[in-house]
Nanobody, 120 residues
Framework: QVQLMESGGGLVQAGGSLRLSCAASGDIFSINSMGWYRQAPGKQRDLVARVTRIGNTNYADSVKGRFTISRDNAKNTVYLQMNSLKPEDTAVYYC??????????????WGQGTQVTVSS
């Protein structure tokens, strides 16, 4: 069984910063890509940023230059540093990871979500 535990959400004023963390635990053989998605009320869940095991990253255009994704492979943890936050960044942020539980078995896992609210 695999679990993703997120932390770091909260309420911040526009222009402020937050750092999200997500730690994977359980029956993990290896972790491939890890990432963050977000879902605002009434909208679909969209990619924010993703990072491969070797550190290659991709970002949504709306967050480029403001958000930075990183990971610590020794800790099975992915981070999202969010700077210059805007009210439109308000959403529930979900951690996602492509995890191998055996040499040949991989699945996508999701965290429970953490609320980020940016006030104007």
């Amino acid at each position: 069984q695999v679990q993703l535990m997120e932390s770091g959400g909260g309420l911040v004023q526009a222009g402020g910063s937050l750092r999200l963390s997500c730690a994977a635990s359980g029956d993990i053989f290896s972790i491939n890509s890890m990432g963050w998605y977000r879902q605002a009320p009434g909208k679909q869940r969209d990619l924010v940023a993703r990072v491969t095991r070797i550190g290659n990253t991709n970002y949504a255009d709306s967050v480029k230059g403001r958000f930075t994704i990183s990971r610590d492979n020794a800790k099975n943890t992915v981070y999202l540093q969010m700077n210059s936050l805007k009210p439109e960044d308000t959403a529930v942020y979900y951690c996602s990871a492509d995890i191998n539980t055996t040499w040949f078995t991989s699945s996508d896992y999701w965290g429970q979500g953490t609320q980020v609210t940016v006030s104007s």
